[in-house]
């Protein structure tokens, strides 16, 4: 079976073509980073734009890189969010009108259920249940996942998402956008334990993540030695190094321990961890040493699937058109669309998933 698979939910106007939920026939991906930068962010006006100037040309290149034709293909599956609303328009009405005209089926993917399906190309298949942790720009999040489709948030951020901390301890720093491949290549020279940031503690006891105290120490931190951003071409000195590496390991020591202590509670037989953040070293190091430590495989995606891609939602996507479920064209995009179906009283629910907002 060979699925179209179209992201652009944020600022990558991507398409893929992926067979069988598994072999990755092609993935496009063109990056707006360029365009943003200079803002210091994602412009959604700007991106929905690029998106519509670019998408066309996207998904020819998909078609052309797998060498295949429009008439091969079996289904379409496009990322409905959550995301930018502008941006998620241009993939849905793109997906339902060349679906309409090729006569083909197609289902909407929720972007984060898309992360969690990007491992599904370089590892075995999935042993359920899982333990899946997405730490990206706009998430940060735990699911336990006891069966394909089946989702509870264990864990969840209060505040910043993960990567949205990197992106703006960066700013910060006057490194750039985006922030996490910057933090993550001057802490590789700094010492991570020369500050020693504090990991949030919910008062309430549950095991959620927070980010923005953290970013808030660091703005402190820098107050007090007096440090500012860097200009645009000042090299760095080693104090902001050592500060880029003691932030970057305090939120890798929040991500591990509450995965740890969750992996501890609900037994998982896989521990995937992917996400934009997921590209970062030290972090798959971590997961790696921890799921070694619970005797637990690790599943990663590769690091081009780890930032955002249309292969996982075709990925995903082709779980569903293979059991024959399909969206109309009433499908719409839904900025807020969460990744929820699991009730705890409820353990035999099976079936279609259901996306609870
Ligand atoms: O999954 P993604 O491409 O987009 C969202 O769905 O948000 O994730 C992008 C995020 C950005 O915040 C970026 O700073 C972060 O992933 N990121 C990293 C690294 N590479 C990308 N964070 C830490 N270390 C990295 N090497
Ligand atoms: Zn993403």
Redesign the pocket.
């Known amino acids: 079976m060979l699925v179209l698979g179209i992201e652009s939910?944020?600022d990558?106007t991507a398409a893929a073509v992926v067979e069988d939920g598994t072999r990755l026939r092609s993935s496009i991906i063109n990056s707006q980073t360029a365009i943003h930068t200079s803002f210091g962010g994602v412009v959604p006006e700007i991106a929905s734009r690029e998106h519509l100037n670019r998408i066309v040309e996207v998904v020819d290149l998909a078609f052309t890189k797998a060498n295949i034709e429009q008439e091969d293909l079996d289904g379409i599956a496009v990322t409905t969010g959550p995301g930018l609303i502008g941006s998620l328009l241009v993939g849905v009405s793109f997906a339902k009108a060349f679906g309409y005209a090729l006569g083909l089926p197609f289902v909407g993917v929720n972007?984060i259920e898309g992360?969690i399906y990007s491992v599904a190309f370089d590892n075995p298949p999935v042993e359920y249940p899982a333990l899946a942790l997405i730490v990206?720009?706009?998430?940060t999040n735990l699911f336990y996942v006891p069966a394909p489709g089946r989702y509870k948030v264990v864990s969840r951020t209060r505040d910043d998402?993960?990567?949205?901390a990197?992106?703006k301890v960066?700013k910060m720093l006057g490194l750039g956008y985006?922030?996490?491949?910057l933090?993550?290549r001057l802490a590789r020279s700094g010492d991570a334990s020369a500050i020693r940031f504090s990991v949030a503690q919910m008062s309430d006891g549950r095991p959620d993540f927070s980010f923005s105290g953290l970013k808030t120490a660091v703005a402190k931190y820098m107050r007090a030695a007096d440090m500012r951003a860097l200009e645009p071409d000042e090299e760095p000195s080693q104090a902001v190094k050592d500060l880029a590496a003691s932030f970057q390991a305090t939120v890798i020591r929040s991500l591990i321990e509450t995965t740890g202590r969750m992996a501890d509670m609900h037994q998982p037989r896989t521990l995937i961890v992917a996400?934009?953040?997921a590209?970062?070293?030290s972090?798959r190091d971590a997961a790696s040493s921890l799921a070694a430590s619970r005797g637990i495989p690790l599943y990663l995606p590769s690091r081009h699937l780890?930032?955002?891609n249309a292969a996982m939602i075709a990925a995903a996507g082709s779980v569903r058109l293979a059991v024959g479920e399909r969206d109309g064209l009433d499908l719409n995009a839904d900025v807020t669309l969460r990744l929820q179906n699991y009730d705890v009283e409820d353990e035999n629910l099976r079936g279609r998933v259901h996306y609870r907002l």
């Open positions: 939910s944020c990558e972007h992360h990206s720009g706009g998430h998402a993960a990567g949205e990197f992106d960066a985006p922030g996490g491949s933090i993550e996400g934009g953040v590209c970062n070293e972090l780890s930032t955002d």
